[in-house]
């Protein structure tokens, strides 16, 4: 199986902050690499798919990159609505495996 | 409006059975692959199975293979996850959600509210 790995676990931010998660795969999964955002109670949503193709109706200040083995989740100027838990998938192989998850909180 | 909505969930004991059915509306629901995904109390998102539109392949996780079942009948809208042998690391809200194909990609872009799967004696 490919392994996803988030960093950090955590994070502690302000609004209007820039902020980069990193998602690190255990293999070359070119761009298959999807961003999900959770909020406590509620169900994920997507942000990214593709590694940098915004999903419909998402904000422009979220933003995507990398490839094969390293990728990216930039928010480019925190939102309060922006603080939840953010979580990488590839879809490269079966199974399609989520990364940990970042957890990003009020600092 | 696309909705998709779990059932089945409860309290089961070690080794015991259960079926979760997801009814979907709003979209052809033979033109999507589909997906469950669960999630432990407190915990992060699980990739568990997944079925094509058709119904003609499906694909689990290490930790399932051999215990559950994703099929769908297409007449019926309906997804299930037919679960055997259950155990108390099967706990966890066990979400359907639709595939998005775009080009190669593919990606969740609709989730269900979940239904809590509990394995305890």
């Known amino acids: 199986d490919i392994q996803m790995t988030q960093s950090p676990s955590s994070l502690a931010a302000s609004a209007g902050d820039r902020v980069t998660i990193t998602c690190r795969a255990s293999?070359?999964?070119?761009?298959?690499l999807n961003w999900y955002q959770q909020k406590p109670g509620k169900v994920p949503k997507i942000l990214i798919y593709g590694a940098s193709n915004l999903h419909g109706g998402v904000p422009s200040r979220f933003s995507g990159s990398g490839s094969e083995t390293d990728f990216t989740l930039t928010i480019s100027s925190l939102q309060p609505e922006d603080f939840a838990t953010y979580y990488c998938q590839q879809s490269y192989g079966v199974p399609y495996t989520f990364g940990q998850g970042t957890k990003l909180e009020i600092k | 409006e696309v909705k998709l909505l779990e059932s089945g969930g409860g309290l089961v004991q070690p080794g015991g059975s259960l079926r979760l059915s997801c009814e979907a509306s709003g979209f052809i629901f033979s033109d999507h692959a589909m997906r469950w995904v669960r999630q432990a109390p407190g915990k992060g998102l699980e990739w568990v199975s997944g079925?094509?539109?058709?119904?003609?392949?499906?694909y689990y996780a290490g930790s399932v293979q051999g215990r559950f079942t994703v099929s769908r009948d297409n007449s019926k809208g309906t997804l299930y996850l037919q679960m055997n042998s259950l155990r108390a690391d099967d706990t966890a809200i066990y979400f359907c959600?639709?595939?998005?194909?775009?080009?190669?990609?593919?990606?969740?872009?609709?989730w269900g509210q979940g239904t809590l799967v509990t394995v305890a004696s």
């Open positions: 079925i094509n539109g058709a119904g003609g392949s499906a």
């Open positions: 959600a639709r595939v998005l194909t775009v080009g190669t990609f593919k990606t969740l872009d609709y």
């Open positions: 293999q070359n999964i070119k761009t298959y």
